[in-house]
């Protein structure tokens, strides 16, 4: 028993100072909302054991694509264990103008929109390594808006992290029903969220009285933490390498004190 504890707390050192090898897993879920079969990503660092703080990933608007991968390998290099969620469907990766239509589909039917993430969200809470008292959710674009309106469903989570994501909502009452915090990261200059919409979002939540902070990247546009977008902030949509890392950073600081967790 004294070699079993003493093996367990060098790996649990070696672990945490980056000298034991951590293995990124990933495998590919499919699960079902209502009728409709989904297909999203798992991945986590299978070298750390018991219950993690776990997130879930709301995919932008051309549904669950490399990025999503990408930052799902990046939060479990993080130590946290995180299911990619796929909204739209098995199969459906729309491009755009497609991706708009896709995309309006849901913003323009919450209910449905709600139910593809809460779906989603018991996939995360059923694996085996979730702490179920520590579950966060972020989102890009499409995602950005719709981990708000997971918030704003009730589900049980810590915190939500919205990248350049539109902060409209039809009934602005829901406000009262987030139980966590929230973080929004948004460019400054982004023209696709306009400035009434912001100020009716920090409205809903001073009157829900939600601890929220809404951080703006001066100079940033639409989708600045996505490199297919480009350069051009005048078409509206562009990356911002400043903005990217800053607010990777804002968010990973959030997650760290949502979850009270060391950094």
């Given amino acids: 028993m004294k070699i079993n504890r003493a093996f367990i707390l060098l790996s649990s050192l070696l672990l945490s100072s980056g000298l034991l090898r951590s293995e990124i897993k990933e495998t590919v879920v499919e699960y079902k909302s209502g009728d409709v079969v989904c297909e999203g990503l798992h991945v986590v660092d299978s070298a750390r054991t018991g219950k993690l703080p776990s997130v879930l990933i709301i995919h932008q608007w051309i549904g669950l694509s490399e990025n999503e991968k990408m930052r799902a390998r990046m939060l479990a290099e993080l130590?946290?264990?995180?299911?990619?969620?796929?909204?739209?469907?098995?199969?459906?990766?729309?491009?755009?103008?497609?991706?708009?239509?896709?995309?309006?589909?849901?913003?323009?039917?919450?209910?449905?929109?709600?139910?593809?993430?809460?779906?989603?969200?018991?996939?995360l809470c059923k694996e085996p390594q979730t702490d179920s008292a520590k579950v966060a959710a972020i989102g890009y674009c499409f995602g950005g808006t719709g981990v708000i309106e997971l918030a704003r469903s009730g589900a049980m989570l810590k915190g939500v992290v919205s990248f350049h994501g539109g902060l409209d909502?039809?009934?602005?009452?829901?406000?009262?029903?987030?139980?966590?915090?929230?973080?929004?990261?948004?460019?400054a200059d982004d023209p696709f969220v306009p400035a009434q919409g912001i100020a009716a979002f920090e409205k809903e939540m001073q009157d829900a009285k939600v601890e929220y902070k809404l951080v703006s990247y001066p100079?940033?546009?639409?989708?600045?933490?996505?490199?297919?977008?480009?350069?051009?902030?005048?078409?509206?949509?562009?990356?911002?390498?400043?903005?990217?890392?800053?607010?990777?950073?804002?968010m990973r600081t959030f997650l760290v004190r949502v979850f009270k967790t060391e950094g």
């Fill in 169 to 187: 909502s039809p009934a602005p009452a829901d406000g009262r029903n987030i139980k966590g915090s929230v973080l929004v990261l948004h460019g």
């Fill in 79 to 123: 130590g946290y264990n995180v299911f990619a969620a796929d909204v739209y469907g098995k199969g459906i990766r729309p491009q755009p103008p497609a991706a708009g239509q896709e995309a309006g589909k849901y913003k323009s039917d919450r209910k449905l929109y709600r139910e593809r993430m809460l779906s989603a969200l018991e996939v």
């Fill in 219 to 250: 100079g940033a546009v639409h989708s600045f933490t996505q490199k297919a977008a480009g350069n051009d902030n005048s078409k509206g949509a562009a990356y911002n390498e400043a903005a990217d890392k800053a607010s990777w950073e804002e």
